[in-house]
């Protein structure tokens, strides 16, 4: 069986910074330990961004965005760079999926099939270069011919998250890239592994320089990124705290920001659906990535009458799922990403009991596991909705089951929260789910099912955050808009429709 120690020495800069097409040496001797939450060990260490790293940074994508050849190729010449990104990290899918784990405990076996799919996410922008409208004919109001030019927002900071950072950077590089920006990737201190592993693929590529540069930074230097005059849009991923203080800052000079904020989302079980056929479905999403997800199903809401059972049923469930080692192909749950996660974890346990909530199951590190930031999988039972751990973002694999009078008060429940990331209905009438989502407050609701689909927009309403990521829509937050009016017709290749 593998191990972490397999994957540290695999990248090739750890202490250094890409930047502008190079392997630069940082500003000072700062670095970052990133531990291992499965042993709590050291993994490796990585170069610390400093205020002069990331000056330098963003000098690169400033001078590449305004005199490189980059956002003056066309959407087609682009997409050819995004498709041999894809190529290179496909090559490396083993060892980027190991990377991953040892960074934050995700299932190694998982990450394998997982990694594929983000390298998919280049080629899938790729392809929007024949099909985008990024110049769209219209017909002026006083005549003469008219344009709807889409145009690149300029430099990018994409800001991205420890527990998915290879997944949640690629649809910020992608679509920005396929744009025409140059971009400015931060990596979390947590885990850097994979963003420097895709540094790696847009060199092998040959990106031309300072298009896409990549550092590992602390809050405090991270947040130049966001108020720099000379960067046009902020990208972030992450808690609605520190979202809070990005849009601030943003607002206060005007740049453009998407924000991809927190949740605390609801799965609605209406009296037709089956309740072992759901516990199996929610129990299997709770140990995805140990809970550490912002779109996961964490409000279970379900009729009074069936409360009990359900319950049983999901106990059942979670005290069958093997906790260990996520690199044991028979492991389904590995441990949180770090030791302020599980004590973070921990700690609303301790709230959920003394609001009076019922401890069903979990609650408690493995007695099998006395190393590594692992936790049971728990489950609560008869949760006020008004209750700290239904209102609150846990981010670990902790279920509160709450009960409804019936279908509305089902919905009233679903809709009584701060945020509105995620959903999903289960019944077994499809009509009924359709009429139902559509009075959920959520930027997505799938049937019967964990889901999202980024193919065709992912984002939140309420302080879940701000624009979407995926799709059309998400291209778009990367492009301004411009009105061109002109005598007579341009002779200029039209691509895509108003459709897409």
């Known amino acids: 069986m593998v191990a972490h120690t397999d994957f540290a020495k695999t990248l090739k800069h750890p202490d250094r910074f890409f930047i502008d097409g190079e392997w630069v040496t940082p500003s000072s001797s700062a670095q970052i330990d990133v531990i291992s939450p499965s042993s709590e060990e050291l993994f490796y260490r990585v170069a610390q961004a400093e205020p002069a790293d990331i000056d330098r940074a963003i000098t690169a994508a400033r001078t590449a965005f305004d005199e490189g050849p980059w956002p003056r190729l066309s959407p087609a010449e682009r997409a050819e760079y995004l498709r041999k990104i894809a190529q290179e990290l496909r090559k490396r899918a083993n060892e980027l999926g190991g990377l ?5 405990g995700s299932l190694y076996a998982a990450n394998q099939r997982l990694i594929p799919i983000f390298a998919d996410v280049y080629d899938f922008h790729a392809s929007m270069a024949d099909t985008f409208p990024f110049i769209e004919p219209r017909q002026p109001a006083q005549g003469g011919a008219g344009y709807l030019v889409r145009e690149p927002v300029g430099v990018v900071t994409a800001i991205v998250p420890w527990n998915g950072p290879l997944m949640l950077a690629s649809w910020k590089t992608a679509p920005a890239l ?22 790696e693929a847009a060199e092998a590529a040959g990106l031309p320089k300072g298009v896409l540069n990549v550092v590992a930074a602390h809050r405090e230097a991270s947040e130049l990124l966001v108020s720099d005059p000379r960067i046009d849009k902020v990208s972030f991923t992450g808690s609605t705290e520190a979202g809070r203080r990005i849009g601030a800052i943003c607002a206060d000079r005007i740049a453009r920001c998407t924000l991809e904020l927190g949740g605390k989302s609801p799965a609605i079980v209406l009296d037709d659906y089956d309740l072992d056929a759901f516990a199996q479905t929610i129990a299997a999403s709770t140990t995805i990535m140990t809970g550490q997800v912002c779109a996961a199903l ?10 009990d059972a359900l319950a049983e049923a999901i106990k059942a469930q979670l005290d069958a799922v093997k906790v260990g080692d996520p690199y044991d192909p028979a492991t389904q749950m590995g441990p949180l990403a770090m030791a302020r996660q599980r004590d973070k974890v921990e700690q609303y346990i301790g709230i959920g009991q003394a609001e009076g909530a019922r401890l069903i199951t979990g609650g408690r590190r493995p007695a099998h596991l006395d190393r590594g930031y692992y936790i049971e999988p728990t489950l609560f039972a008869n949760v006020d909705n008004s209750s700290t751990i239904a209102r ?33 209905v289960f019944t077994n009438d499809p009509d009924r ?9 959520s930027g997505t609701v ?16 309420k302080k879940s955050g701000i624009g979407r990521e995926g799709g059309t829509e998400g291209l778009r937050h990367y492009l301004e808009t411009k009105t061109v009016l002109l005598q007579s017709p341009a002779n200029i290749a039209i691509t895509g429709t108003a459709g897409n």
């Open 100 to 104: 991953w784990s040892g960074e934050m």
């Open 178 to 199: 396929l744009a025409g920006c140059t971009v400015i990737l931060k990596a979390s201190p947590e885990a850097p592994g994979t963003l420097y592993a895709l540094a």
């Open 298 to 307: 964490t409000r279970v809401i379900v009729s009074r009458s069936r409360h």
């Open 392 to 424: 609150e973002e846990i981010f670990g694999p902790v279920l509160s089951l709450i009960p409804a009078d019936n279908e509305a008060d089902a919905i009233r429940i679903a809709n009584d929260s701060d945020f509105g990331l995620n959903a999903s």
């Open 433 to 441: 789910a359709f009429a139902v989502a559509r009075e959920i407050r």
């Open 446 to 461: 799938a049937h019967n099912v964990f889901r999202n689909d980024f193919t065709i927009a992912f984002g939140g309403f």
